[in-house]
């Protein structure tokens, strides 16, 4: 079955540098005809998706069907998606396989995400496939930086509302005959001054109200790549690469209530080394051994008599936590006899957060073994059994071996014990690779460990819980493909259902937050898409997803409500137009069905449809001019207690040299 | 004429949440020089939503046959009802700092028509207000003043600065209560103070005492505990609650104390020793107080106490009052917090009887009787 490729211009001048050396990438070959390998619930989209149209990572994932966004504002904010009803925060983020989710278990910041340092985003709906582990509850998505593999480089440039501009340079080029060099540098800002109408958080007085710019909203990134890919002389690949990130910002603060000095830096590295074997047995098994180092460290500042966050005092406090992760992974894959394929990965994950800043010092160590695999037999031509699962072994280490919750109220000598986890996915994929009619059933039983903050962390606000369990989720697919004849047009379908159960929810008290296992849901929906190009003038791609989104927590107050930033429908069309003298046109609209922000179903947002368009021309083999206007119909609403302002329509414009 | 109508609503609810740390809270009625028959028929009750990705909260009201009304009016969380028995003040916490008059007679016909009025205190936390005819005096939080209001529009009419009783290095002296009889003002200050790593320091609390007048300060009261939640005025003098450090201990530094006005005095006469911790929340009638015994989170039972006694007793089946209690002519209003059990009741004559909750009503926070 093939997976949905989403690239919505054809446009890829830049991105065709010419190979004058391949140094490729390991894949497992198959005969292709025989056995149909690829997990129906995968999106692969690639550079030509989002390259210049101003689009961040979550309003890019979010033209997928089955995925929603959360936008905090614009460049840089806060933003996260849902995956089929799944909550951002179970949603497994990657950046070359590296997870970026953290030890506070909070939901993966893609704001601060450079698209312009990416290939391509691989997005896993069902499941958290093998190689990641089979760990969490929702899917996997996978942001793959640029690989040294092919000789070119390009640089990019950008300019757009309120005082947006990015810029970005890559290139990759041979040393020797079996070393690719490739480094990438690319940086983003803006200023974020959008206005908004302030209505003063006085929702009967309207007396009060004004139009207010944004304040204090600045966002800077920086980023930058270097990659070694060396072939030695057995055959096999090494591939070292080192990825640094920092990001700065205004914390604005909230509609009513804008800060003057409050900010956020977050600080970011990567090593990552890689050895990939030559195919063994004719080519019926290939080797792969890593190891990954991430570092991240982010900080928020604030300064009460100015900002009015926090306590009253008159201290400039700056709190925050760093957190280390050291990776050493080994995976093979085999196909032993022409209808079996699989795969089989043992990682252990080595965690440590420790605080920053003014925070208390604490220091927690999470030890975490994985081992996890797939294996996939073709019954026959048509039908196909496969299986998945993972085993997680967990050990957590308290900071001198004694955890006392911030209140007083429990001391511990050491952490929980916690129990191992199985978590497992049989499915059946029916048709062949060339089959018009392909499809995919599947369902699995998930889990997903509390993280070390929620566990044993100190926030101020807050509590931890040493009691927390395990989140839950029993999930169950069926897909289908059909590709019309003449391959220019092709439909797919999925029904999705998932229980979720043990689910975290931060819940007041006292007027202190602590992390508890009351969230159950029940999500069940239907996506579809269509691609079709029915000329070489025209791309069109049409999207919908309808769903049930269902709270069956033991409350009275959110029983039977809606999930939190879930619509009941949800679509998106778009349509490319490839005019005469290299010019593109492209037109994407999106319209959803009214949701709640709130377990409460309370903070309603009402139905909305935005719509953007993009521009580009190609004066040159290698050269792209893009223009794009986002949200043009400048749609502003929020609900009164959504207290952060978001960005009207918005203009960008890009300029791309390939070389 | 006015009395029937409101019999007709019967009791007003308000509703409301806060997020974020706040060292001290206070009760959640407050005095009042409104004749007690105007005073004498129903209640009000708050909801909020106990979940943090829920920012609104909404005033219900318990109807005349004793059930919490379906409709609701839409607040912040955090938000705190107060009335003067006639009208309805709702006092929006920290970060949105607003108070709201509603009139409780027009409540059906939504908060386009009942909210007579909406004045924003901007990052001054309105905790609590005490009324005197068409004035009220409002205690702001995390201000460094009290300031004096017109009920009819909610414009300031004066000010007291209250900056000298902040700790050093604090913008605010935390008051978390006020009272007011006889021409008197009285402000209960926490006084705490944090320092750049979340470290909070709780001195011994303070009690200052003004002219309601004028605004003069005529005296201040060092309290013998740390921490101060609430005070009440019986026959003379003065009852505070104490909390302590938020660490759910029994010892001497939290409790009840009398403070003797005449001599200026506190002393301890019911120790969290006794009480098995510090107390969250308080109200009090005459002689008989009712408290909310700060175990940890999720856990502040009632207690009952008798001030002349100096004796208290087990409310049982309440887990988690909180702040939400309210009590008038020997009946208490009290609503349960507990996630998945949340609940007004009404405990009189010993007996608890829980009132149905609407689908979909959040917990309770807050109660005001009118």
Redesign the interface.
């Known amino acids: 079955m093939d997976p949905t490729v989403v690239s919505a211009s054809k446009s890829v001048a830049v991105d065709d540098a010419t190979p004058t050396q391949n140094l490729g990438m390991t894949e497992v070959v198959t005969d292709g005809e025989t056995i149909l390998i690829k997990n129906a619930g995968y999106t692969e989209i690639t550079a030509a998706a989002w390259e210049g149209k101003a689009l961040s990572a979550a309003d890019l994932l979010s033209t997928l069907p089955g995925i929603q966004a959360y936008r905090q504002g614009g460049l840089g904010s806060f933003q996260t998606v849902s995956v089929r009803g799944v909550a951002a925060r179970n949603i497994l983020i990657c950046v070359d396989g590296v997870p970026l989710n953290d030890a506070s278990g909070g939901a993966v910041n893609l704001g601060s995400i450079d698209l312009n340092q990416m290939e391509k985003i691989e997005v896993y709906k069902n499941n958290v496939p093998a190689k990641f582990g089979v760990s969490g509850l929702g899917g996997a998505i996978n942001f793959v930086t640029k690989n040294a593999v092919k000789k070119g480089g390009r640089v990019m440039a950008a300019y757009g509302s309120h005082n947006l501009w990015e810029g970005s340079f890559q290139v990759s080029t041979p040393v020797t005959d079996s070393l690719m060099f490739a480094s990438s540098f690319a940086t983003r800002h803006s200023d974020n001054d959008y206005e908004y109408l302030n209505r003063?958080?006085?929702?009967?007085?309207s007396k009060?109200d004004y139009t207010a710019k944004r304040e204090n909203a600045q966002y800077t990134d920086v980023s930058g790549n270097v990659q070694f890919r060396m072939l030695h002389g057995n055959g096999y690949f090494s591939t070292l690469a080192v990825t640094a990130t920092r990001y700065e910002g205004g914390n604005p603060g909230?509609e009513?209530?804008q800060t003057k000095v409050a900010e956020f830096v977050g600080e970011s590295a990567l090593i990552r080394y890689g050895l990939e074997s030559v195919g063994y047995f004719d080519d019926k098994l290939f080797l792969y051994g890593g190891l990954s180092a991430r570092l991240d460290k982010n900080m928020s500042s604030s300064y009460?008599?100015l900002d009015?966050?926090g306590?009253?005092?008159?201290?400039?406090?700056?709190?925050g936590s760093a957190t280390y992760k050291v990776v050493p992974e080994f995976w093979a894959e085999f196909r032993p006899v022409e209808r079996l394929t699989g795969m089989i990965r043992f990682a252990y994950e080595w965690e440590r957060a420790e605080a920053r800043g003014?925070?208390?010092d604490w220091a927690l160590d999470r030890k975490n073994f994985i081992g996890s695999g797939d294996l996939y037999y073709q019954v026959f031509k048509y039908v196909g059994l496969g299986g998945e699962g993972s085993a997680q072994v967990l050990k957590d280490h308290l900071d001198e071996g004694t955890f006392v919750?911030?209140?007083?109220?429990?001391t511990l000598e050491d952490a929980k014990e916690r129990d191992a986890s199985f978590a497992g996915r049989f499915y059946s994929r029916f048709g062949a690779e060339s089959s018009p009619l392909t499809g995919e059933v599947s369902i699995g039983r998930f889990y997903q460990q509390p993280a070390l903050m929620e566990l044993y962390g100190t926030f101020?606000?807050a509590?931890s819980n040493p009691d927390l369990e395990r989140e839950k989720a029993t999930r169950f697919e069926a897909s289908a493909n059909y590709k019309f004849p003449g391959s220019h047009t092709s439909f797919q379908t999925t029904y999705f259902e998932s229980h979720i159960e043990n689910g975290i929810?931060?819940?007041?008290?006292?007027?202190?937050?602590?992390p508890?296992n009351?969230a159950r849901a029940l999500i069940r929906g239907v996506e579809m898409e269509l691609n079709s190009s029915p000329s070489k003038f025209l791309d069109v791609v049409l999207r919908a997803t309808i769903q049930k989104t269902e709270d069956r927590?033991?409350?009275?107050?959110?029983n039977?409500?809606k999930l939190?930033g879930e619509p009941d429908r949800n679509y998106f069309a778009e349509a490319t137009l490839h005019l005469p003298f290299h010019f593109d046109f492209s037109w994407a609209s999106d319209w959803r069905s009214i949701m709640y922000?709130?377990?409460?179903?309370?903070?309603e947002q009402p139905a909305v449809a935005t719509h953007r368009a993009s521009l580009s021309y190609n004066p040159f083999e290698k050269t792209r001019l893009m223009f794009a206007v986002n949200n043009i119909t400048n749609e502003k609403y929020r609900n009164?207690?959504?207290?952060f302002p978001v960005p009207g329509r918005e203009y960008k414009f890009t300029i791309i040299q390939g070389f | 004429m006015n009395k029937i109508k409101k019999q007709s609503l019967a009791a007003l609810a308000a509703a409301g949440?806060?997020?974020?740390?706040?060292a001290c809270?206070n009760d959640s009625s407050s005095s009042t020089n409104v004749p007690e028959e105007e005073t004498s028929a129903y209640a009000g009750v708050v909801f909020?939503?106990?979940?943090?990705?829920?920012?609104?909260g909404?005033l219900r009201w318990i109807d005349k046959d004793g059930k919490i009304s379906e409709k609701s009016l839409?607040f912040?969380q955090d938000s705190k009802v107060v009335t003067n028995g006639n009208d309805v003040y709702v006092l929006?916490g920290l970060?949105?700092?607003?108070i709201?008059k509603v009139n409780p007679e027009l409540i059906n016909d939504g908060?386009?028509k009942a909210?007579v009025?909406?004045?924003?205190f901007?990052?001054a936390n309105p905790v609590d207000m005490v009324f005197d005819g068409e004035k009220a005096w409002v205690a702001l939080q995390?201000a460094d003043s009290l300031v004096q209001i017109s009920t009819k529009d909610g414009k300031v009419l004066k000010s007291i600065k209250t900056g000298e009783f902040a700790s050093e290095?604090?913008?605010?002296p935390?008051v978390a209560d006020i009272e007011l009889a006889k021409g008197v003002l009285y402000a209960l200050f926490v006084r705490y103070?944090?320092?750049?790593?979340?470290?909070f320091t709780y001195p011994r609390g303070l009690v200052a005492i003004y002219d309601a007048e004028t605004g003069k300060l005529q005296d201040t009261v060092q309290l013998v505990t740390n921490n101060p939640t609430a005070m009440s005025l019986y026959k003379g003098d003065l009852y505070v609650a104490s909390l302590g450090?938020?660490?759910?201990?029994a010892d001497d530094n939290r409790g009840v104390e009398k403070v003797d006005l005449k001599a200026k005095k506190s002393e301890l006469i019911i120790s969290g020793e006794k009480l098995g911790a510090g107390i969250?929340g308080f109200v009090a009638e005459e002689e008989t107080a009712y408290a909310a015994i700060?175990?940890?989170?999720?856990s502040?039972p009632v207690v009952k106490i008798d001030l002349e006694k100096k004796t208290f007793e087990k409310v049982e089946g309440i887990a988690?009052a909180?702040k939400t209690m309210a009590v008038k002519n020997g009946v208490l209003y009290v609503g349960d917090?507990t996630?998945?059990e949340?609940k007004v009741y009404v405990y009189k004559d010993g007996k608890l009887k829980a009132l149905e909750?609407p689908?979909?009503?959040?917990?309770p926070y807050s109660i005001a009787l009118f």
């Not at chain 1, 306590?311 to 709190?319: A, D, L, Q, R, S």
């Not at chain 2, 009025?117 to 924003?120: A, D, I, L, P, S």
């Open positions: 003063n958080g006085t929702q009967y007085n009060d909230k009513q209530n009460y008599p009015h966050i306590f009253g005092n008159n201290v400039f406090m700056e709190y003014n925070s208390k919750l911030p209140t007083g109220g429990r101020p606000g509590i929810c931060w819940v007041l008290s006292t007027e202190l937050l602590r508890i009351v927590s033991h409350s009275n107050t959110f039977g409500n939190p922000s709130d377990r409460a179903n309370r903070t009164f207690y959504t207290p | 949440l806060a997020f974020g740390l706040v809270g909020d939503g106990g979940d943090y990705q829920v920012p609104e909404e839409s912040y929006e970060g949105t700092d607003n709201s908060a386009e909210v009025w909406q004045e924003k901007a990052n995390n290095g604090e913008t605010s935390y103070s944090a320092d750049a790593e979340y470290n450090e938020y660490d759910g201990k969250y700060y175990n940890g989170w999720g502040t988690d909180q917090h996630y998945g949340e909750q689908k979909g009503a959040q917990a």
